[in-house]
């Protein structure tokens, strides 16, 4: 038995009584990579201090894709936050196709995405991928589902893979969560031959509940053999609650992507 894909949790999502600092060392302990959301919530010195392997982090605290207003605020923060991340030396800086706000809930919401705002999605993407050269960071762009994040734009899987395809540039990757492509779409392995060559991690949780794996209807076993037989050998994160302890929550996962 192997584990041929880095796994990562996201430390916001497990030990939920203990400090941040506490559950990174854990994780870190653990040999696993650690996701982080907002960094404003965190002393960065801190973290900074720990020698984690961090795997991914917002990668922007304002902006949005299809308008210029929003294109620049988007540019300007994600500028900012490559900082923080270079002191971290996070390896992803994660972007979605607006801010979200309280719960998830898409701050700037578009039901009808136009042709125009698909150009000025790609271009300021291509901007984002000017400022990632210059800093050299790399960002994905997630996949939300529309259920949990109404009215989001570029939010299903395949707005995701059209755009980074066009972008197609070394700095930009899909960000693949798997649990919201259930969601929104189903036949995950299929999806994730589509977005393959573009992948820069995938995320894990189950449905119903956003649990780690073996709660929920997805069978990640097959998924991550599936993956493992495509060639995929890249970051495999759970960002998901732990329906009962965070440790078991945790083997849970690591079961599931062990070969």
């Known amino acids: ?46 973290l900074e201090k720990l020698g984690a ?22 540019v300007t923060s ?59 960071v790399v960002f994905t762009l997630e996949n939300l589902n529309l259920m949990d994040h109404p009215g989001c734009p570029f ?14 540039r070394p700095q930009l990757r899909i960000n693949l969560d798997l649990y919201h492509t259930q969601i929104g779409e189903g036949d995950l392995v299929r999806w994730c031959e589509k977005c393959l060559p573009w992948i820069g991690e995938i995320q ?3 449905n119903p509940g956003r649990c780690e794996p073996g709660t929920g209807e997805i069978h990640y076993g097959g998924i991550a053999r599936a993956l493992k037989d495509m060639g995929y050998r890249g970051a495999i994160g759970m ?8 440790d078991a929550a945790i083997d849970a996962f690591v079961r599931a992507f062990t070969l």
């Open 1 to 46: 038995m192997s584990q041929p894909f880095p796994l990562a949790v996201c430390a916001e999502m497990v030990w939920l009584d203990k400090p941040i600092d506490w559950r990174v060392a854990r994780l870190t302990e653990r040999g696993l990579g650690v996701g982080l959301w907002n960094y404003p919530d965190h002393d960065v010195a801190k």
């Open 239 to 246: 960002e998901a609650w732990a329906k009962g302890d965070s």
């Open 155 to 168: 939010g299903s899987t395949a707005d995701v893979l059209t755009l980074v395809s066009s972008v197609n």
């Open 53 to 74: 392997n961090y795997t991914i982090m917002n990668g922007y605290l304002e902006g949005r894709l299809a308008d210029d207003e929003g294109a620049d605020m988007l």
């Open 204 to 206: 894990v949780a189950d």
């Open 78 to 136: 994600a500028r900012e936050t490559a900082q923080v991340g270079k002191r971290l030396g996070v390896d992803r800086l994660n972007l979605h196709g607006t801010g979200l706000g309280e719960g998830g809930i898409p701050i700037w919401q578009q039901d009808i995405v136009d042709g125009s705002m698909w150009l000025k999605a790609r271009d300021t993407l291509n901007r984002i991928c000017d400022m990632a050269e210059e800093e050299d």
